[in-house]
């Protein structure tokens, strides 16, 4: 019973396409996190949702959008992938502490 | 502008002897430390915490130390066996704002520990 997952682990397209990454958390938590770690290492925060709001929206391209369905599920839609979008997307989740609870990450790699 | 440094790319230990994980930070506004592991292929797994008003936080073989006038926070890892062979990233955050419950991790580039048998 995994706690954070997300689909799918390996995502290989072109540049231009439309593409979705999906993250979901047993964990019961009110806040979800996307993090991108690139090709240096750095994992970087990219957007938070508490109770489906939006709450943190750092500088990432209109071209990224997040959704909530619900508390339990925070998606990540790529409009017109470019070159520079190939990195591991991390999902993550929290319940009113600091700390944070990690998906196994997906790998997006844009050819 | 990094805030959270960690300028050793990688350390290597014998098992049974203390690993010692550093990190320096920018931000005095920081609220929370935290450190997590983070093996190959796999998510970061959170490991220990440590609030500001404290200066060490201590869970079974973790210890982490915080020296807030230096800046500087540690992990120690005693004894240190095989499987703490990962990489290892601090994290700083502030408290979020009243009444919030969402908090902006920011973290270093990770420090990759060998431990040998």
């Known amino acids: 019973d995994t706690a954070v997952s997300q689909t799918p682990k390996y995502l290989v397209t072109q540049m231009g396409n439309d593409k979705s990454i999906k993250c979901e958390q047993n964990?019961?938590?009110?806040?979800m996190y996307w993090y991108k770690q690139d090709s240096k290492k750095f994992l970087k925060i990219m957007f938070s949702y508490n109770n489906k709001e939006l709450i943190i929206n750092e500088t990432v391209p209109n071209r990224f959008s997040p959704k909530s369905p619900d508390k339990a599920h925070l998606n990540l839609h790529i409009n017109s992938l470019e070159l520079g979008d190939s990195a591991v997307y991390f999902c993550?989740?929290?319940?009113?502490?600091?700390?944070?609870?990690f998906g196994p990450g997906t790998r997006l790699t844009v050819t | 502008d990094q805030q959270v440094k960690q300028n050793s790319p990688s350390l290597s230990v014998q098992e049974g002897r203390i690993s010692i994980l550093n990190c320096d930070y920018t931000n005095s506004m920081f609220d929370y430390f935290l450190w997590y592991k983070k093996y190959p292929a796999e998510g970061p797994t959170f490991l220990i915490s440590?609030?500001?008003?404290?200066d060490k936080n201590e869970d079974g073989r973790f210890t982490v130390f915080l020296n807030k006038s230096a800046k500087h926070l540690s992990l120690h890892i005693v004894p240190s066996q095989p499987g703490d062979s990962a990489v290892y990233f601090c994290a700083a955050s502030r408290a979020p704002n009243s009444g919030g419950s969402n908090y902006k991790l920011t973290f270093g580039k990770g420090t990759l520990l060998t431990v040998n048998p």
């Open positions: 993550a989740s929290s319940h009113r502490k600091v700390e944070q609870y």
């Open positions: 964990l019961g938590h009110d806040t």
């Open positions: 440590i609030s500001s008003i404290k």
